[in-house]
Antibody
């Protein structure tokens, strides 16, 4: 059964870069029927899609975050990663990784989420 | 960018009642790329419905999705105690490629 696990620092200073990794287990990130994505949720607020990647490296991003976001994939480690630069307090959120169905673009398997706080 | 507006913001109902949640898109949603998720406090979102009307694996049949174009509905036929949660709709747009979530509807116990 496919499982995803986020990892990375829980505290990032303002203006620095937030870096998170999602490790995929129970399946291959080279799947032809899955995209891989990042979603975040600020405290007490709704869900916001950050971006999505296919194992070939094809990406698409939320236009509102596009200038600050990079998502990459490491097929040798069965991982994909998120980098968000120039962070501010507004980037404080729970960050989730998830798998998206290749054909219908829904997210059916989610990681447990990791809380990232931006503070000096 | 397609904006999803969910209504009402909060729905106060009793167990056993029927819940009707709305998700309206600012433009037509391609090929019914519309999904619904349930999120309970402190928990991960759970997929309920995809393709506007297909139930995800293991989802009880009291949950149903309908709609097309710009208007979509999630119906819970008879609310169980475990159904009180926040519900989000999500769409995928093909051009430009992007996903968006609605702001959510909270279903609370009356």
């Amino acid at each position: 059964q496919l499982q995803l696990q986020e990892s990375g620092p829980g505290l990032v200073k303002p203006s620095e870069t937030l870096s998170l990794t999602c490790t995929v287990s129970g399946g291959s990130i080279r799947s032809s029927t899955n995209y891989w994505g990042w979603i975040r949720q600020p405290p007490g607020k709704g869900l916001e899609w950050i971006g999505t990647i296919f194992y070939t490296g094809t990406t698409f991003y939320n236009p509102s975050l596009k200038t600050r976001v990079t998502i990459s994939v490491d097929t040798s480690k069965n991982q994909f990663s998120l980098k968000l630069n120039s962070v501010t307090a507004a980037d404080t959120s729970v960050y989730y990784c998830a798998t998206l169905d290749y054909f219908d673009y829904y997210m059916d398997v989610w990681g447990k989420g990791t809380t990232v706080t931006v503070s000096s | 960018e397609i904006v999803l507006t969910q209504s009402p913001g909060t729905l106060s109902l009793s167990p056993g009642e029927r819940a009707t949640l709305s998700c309206r898109a600012s433009q037509s949603v391609s090929d019914n790329f519309l999904a619904w998720y349930q999120q309970k406090p402190g928990q991960v979102p759970r997929l309920l419905i995809y393709g506007a009307s297909s139930r995800a694996t293991g989802i009880p049949d009291r949950f149903s999705g309908s709609g097309s174009g710009t208007d979509f509905t999630l119906t819970i036929s008879r609310l169980e105690p475990e159904d009180f949660a926040v519900y989000y709709c999500q769409q995928y747009d093909t051009s430009p490629r992007a996903l968006t979530f609605g702001g959510g509807t909270k279903v609370e116990i009356k």
